[in-house]
């Protein structure tokens, strides 16, 4: 009988892969080690950068060899990474722990979805995927919550390049969980019968992006209203915190309750995504989610945080019902292909979004580019809504049957 997918050890593999200490520290270590916020968010850019030049080889790679051993390969690279912060003085020597961070994160996109996806429909339960992708994502966001909880405290009692090569030895706990996850990869498995070049794979995936409209805006959504306002901000979020001039064992407390929230988000995603009703539920969640997050920009104060904490919960429930929606289009094409795709879009959108905090930074305060990005997702996530609904309509229009009418 062939073994089924472990969920409770993917589960395990989600949870270290995110409980560093070092997560809600880093922007401060760099700040500490003397680079400035534009530095930093230079840094940021950097580390997509990377990321963007060993997308679609990694991609292509996960579709067309063993998904498994390439996420093993992900968790020994960013193992690496945080060896070298340990070591690191200057602005040279963190990019180069972002050159294996960043192609850890392209190993990992799409990889990771791939793989689960196909071991639920090898078993007939591809209508479990939202709910096991959320549950992965909970169990990521409760390793963060006691990743930045430990680092807190420990940034009291030891110095925070410390904490970086602690970071290392979690991800080695990582990879363990990581080399049991059970292997399946139809994509790799027809490449046996079929004679498919690399080119081919990365061809049918890029049309597929540009012939389906779900697939298409759905990632713009994706990229640049959902990432732009969580998964890149957040970058810069321990920035809030000290602006607000709080301490290490405050940054803790207050990252803990936001990926708690994040937790909750992604961990009742499938059940909220059953009881909404109304159609296009993921623009209504997006603009939502951007009115808390203008709220609390406009407030700026800390104690308000918990609004910045529901715009979190909001965006990623909109984020696992998306992905959802992205996964379900796929279906002969090579899956981890074209999430590398989305990544490349979405790397290449961080480095816009960083240039421009770095631009906005030596212009105006940090809440007025809070502002700003507010003001941007509400704008963005509105014309998305209307390209949809057009297209929508005019797909239906092409698929209404002739009526003929017989004198």
């Known amino acids: 009988m062939e073994k089924k997918f472990n ?55 996960a579709d067309r060899w063993n998904r498994k051993y390439i996420i093993c390969i992900a968790s020994v690279l960013k193992s690496i990474c945080y060896v070298i912060w340990f070591f690191s003085h200057s602005f040279l020597m963190f990019a180069a722990g972002f050159i294996f961070w960043g192609i850890s994160d392209s190993l990992a996109t799409g990889t990771e979805e791939s793989l689960i996806y196909d071991n639920l429909k090898n078993e007939n339960r591809t209508d479990d995927f939202i709910k096991v992708y959320g549950r992965g994502r909970f169990f990521s966001s409760l390793g963060n919550i006691v990743g930045v909880i430990s680092g807190g405290v420990l940034a009291y009692f030891i110095e925070i390049n410390v904490i970086s090569l602690m970071s ?14 059970k292997e399946k990869n139809f994509y790799s498995e027809r490449m046996v019968k079929e004679k498919v070049s690399y080119f081919k794979t990365l061809h049918d995936a890029i049309k597929l992006c ?3 409209y779900k697939i298409l805006l759905g ?48 961990h009742f995603a499938d059940v909220i995504e059953k009881k909404i009703k109304f159609k296009n539920k993921v623009f209504i969640l997006g603009l939502v989610g951007s009115g808390f997050m203008l709220a609390f920009s406009l407030i700026w104060n800390s104690y308000v945080l918990i609004i910045f904490g529901i ?74 809504f209307f390209v949809f609904i057009i297209n929508k309509r005019m797909l239906l229009k092409k698929t209404e049957p002739v009526k003929i009418t017989l004198k």
């Open 7 to 61: 969920e409770k050890t993917f589960y395990s593999y989600k949870f270290l892969n995110d409980c560093l200490p070092i997560y809600a520290l880093y922007a401060i270590l760099f700040k500490e080690k003397g680079l400035s916020i534009a530095e930093i968010a230079l840094l940021f850019s950097f580390w997509s950068f990377v990321a963007i030049l060993s997308e679609i080889p990694s991609g292509v790679l």
């Open 168 to 181: 290392t030895v979690i991800m080695i706990l990582c990879f363990i969980f990581a080399s049991q996850l």
């Open 210 to 212: 540009f012939k389906n």
């Open 219 to 266: 990632m713009v959504f994706l990229i640049f209203v959902i990432c732009i306002s969580t998964e890149y901000s957040d970058e810069f979020d321990a920035l809030i915190i000290d602006d607000f001039g709080l301490g290490y064992i405050w940054l803790s407390i207050i990252f803990g309750i936001r990926f708690v929230l994040l937790a909750a988000g992604n």
């Open 311 to 384: 715009f979190c919960m909001v965006m990623t429930v909109a984020e696992v019902i998306q992905m959802n929606v992205i996964q379900n289009e796929i279906n002969e094409e090579g899956r981890a292909t074209v999430m590398s795709l989305f990544g490349i879009c979405q790397n290449i959108a961080m480095i816009l979004f960083s240039s421009t905090i770095a631009l906005l930074a030596g212009m105006y305060d940090l809440r007025m580019c809070y502002i700003i990005i507010s003001m941007y997702c509400i704008i963005a996530t509105a014309i998305l």
